[in-house]
């Protein structure tokens, strides 16, 4: 194989076809040897890190055959309502909308959204009759 002086890369233009296959033969058999070896350590290392998670894990547990069911919670009513656009309500659980976000920037309290008992009684739903 002739080596390039200044690149130190193998310069394949010289080679004959004979040399070339020569050298992709050899390079063939040095990969093979390298892709098995790595090959073996990867499923050795694989082996260990199951041993390792078998032993981590009791052996009591019995292994999840389907995802549980979802409990049922109760309906959480609303606590708070947009005075702007009253179909606009929060309950008090997670991210607060963005429109009592913005009231609270421009100086509003949270109190001053608090759907009061005499507002949730005369409700359609909760009306006598």
């Known amino acids: 194989m002739v080596v390039d002086?200044?690149?130190?890369?193998?310069?394949?233009?010289?080679?004959?076809?004979?040399?070339?296959?020569q050298l992709h033969e050899e390079l063939s058999q040095?990969?093979?040897?390298?892709?098995?070896?790595?090959?073996?350590?990867?499923?050795?290392?694989?082996?260990?890190?199951?041993?390792?998670?078998q032993?981590?894990?009791?052996?009591s547990a019995?292994?999840?055959?389907?995802?549980r069911e979802r409990r049922n919670y109760?309906?959480?009513?609303p606590k708070y309502r947009n005075p702007a656009q009253p179909s606009e309500t929060w309950?008090?659980?997670?991210?607060?909308?963005r429109w009592l976000t913005a009231a609270l920037k421009t100086g509003h309290?949270?109190?001053e959204f608090v759907i009061g008992k005499r507002e949730a009684s005369e409700s359609p739903r909760h009306r006598r009759t």
């Open 5 to 21: 002086g200044m690149n130190k890369k193998p310069s394949f233009d010289g080679m004959s076809v004979d040399e070339l296959w």
């Open 55 to 59: 032993v981590r894990q009791p052996e």
């Open 74 to 77: 109760p309906r959480v009513f």
């Open 30 to 53: 040095v990969l093979s040897v390298r892709l098995t070896s790595e090959k073996r350590e990867l499923e050795k290392r694989l082996a260990q890190l199951r041993r390792e998670k």
């Open 109 to 111: 309290k949270i109190e």
């Open 91 to 97: 309950s008090g659980r997670g991210k607060q909308p």
């Open 62 to 67: 019995e292994p999840r055959s389907a995802p």
